[in-house]
């Protein structure tokens, strides 16, 4: 960001304030609101901006920001009103937090890899709970399965609790299918919802290993799933019936001939 960007900026997020401090005053809507009541609101913004980052629409990523940014000051708004804290205290205790995690930026004899960083990020959080703040405390309670079990292994891993080689996760994924397999036989339906639990925990990890986010990956393979279905879906009716009635080879083929066509072009969007 250069000196111009930085300047308009300053000004737009003046007029911004301005803006939302006259809509609490005026708006009857936004005048009755709470921060109880913002919170369902705020966990659909960011959803809507998870789903416009897998579509890669950047103009609505920036809707979305925007969107949320709009939330971050509205809290502040209330909280202030309410004596508990104000905009400003939430931009100072970010900033004064972002520069104490940050030694190596702000100190020029620090070099530290990424990989030292995030070690260096946990030590560091873990001290300002007076050195008995547990490692996965940070972890909140609310986070969707997928991206808590990613959370608990990169503070796991920052903690010093990894593999030795990444490679070695392949054998825990292949003994976790085993003893989901091994349930499936027993048919004893609680200990298969561990195991397949443990599968699952343990491909989680081998994806954050390998650098891929869980999340995202699966998305995506949810959007290919659903384009590949509904061309079945759409061929079925073509010939004037429903999957139901169509044969297994006859849906096979028209899968089959789904995949081939996305190798020529992208997945259009849902």
């Known amino acids: 960001m250069n ?31 709470t921060i109880p009541s913002l919170r369902q609101y705020t966990i ?5 901006l ?4 897998v579509e890669e629409s950047w103009e609505d990523v920036r809707k979305e920001l925007g969107d949320i940014l709009m939330h971050i000051v509205f809290y502040s708004l209330i909280a202030n009103e309410e004596g508990k804290f104000s905009l400003a205290d939430v931009l100072r205790g970010e900033n004064d937090k972002l520069i104490y995690r940050h030694p190596h930026v702000f100190d020029p004899s620090s070099r530290l890899t990424a990989r030292e960083v ?17 490692v996965l405390e940070g972890v909140p309670r609310s986070l969707p399965p997928i991206t808590k079990a990613l959370r608990i292994q990169e503070k796991a891993s920052a ?12 054998e825990k994924v ?3 299918l085993t003893e989901t ?35 995202m990956a699966l998305e995506r393979s949810n959007k290919k799933f659903i384009h590949r279905f509904n061309y079945v879906e759409a061929g079925a009716r073509s010939q004037g019936k429903t999957l139901r009635e169509m044969q297994p080879s006859e849906l096979d083929a028209l899968w089959e001939t789904a995949k081939a066509e996305e190798k020529d072009a992208k997945i259009p969007k849902q």
């Open 50 to 53: 998870a789903d416009a980052i």
């Open 44 to 48: 659909e913004e960011v959803f809507e």
């Open 181 to 215: 397999r091994m349930a499936e036989a027993e048919e004893n339906h609680r200990a298969l919802e561990g195991e397949i639990g443990d599968l699952l925990f343990s491909v989680i990890n081998a994806a954050r290993l390998y650098g891929v986010d869980p999340s």
């Open 159 to 170: 903690a010093g609790f990894d593999w030795e080689e990444k490679s070695q996760v392949w």
């Open 3 to 33: 000196t111009n960007e930085r300047n308009e900026s300053l000004q737009l997020f003046e007029e911004f304030l301005k803006t939302m401090e006259l809509l609490r005053a005026k708006c009857p809507w936004d005048a009755k609101q």
């Open 174 to 176: 292949e003994e976790e």
């Open 118 to 134: 995030e070690e260096q990020w946990e030590d560091l959080k873990i001290r300002e709970g007076n050195g008995h703040r547990r």
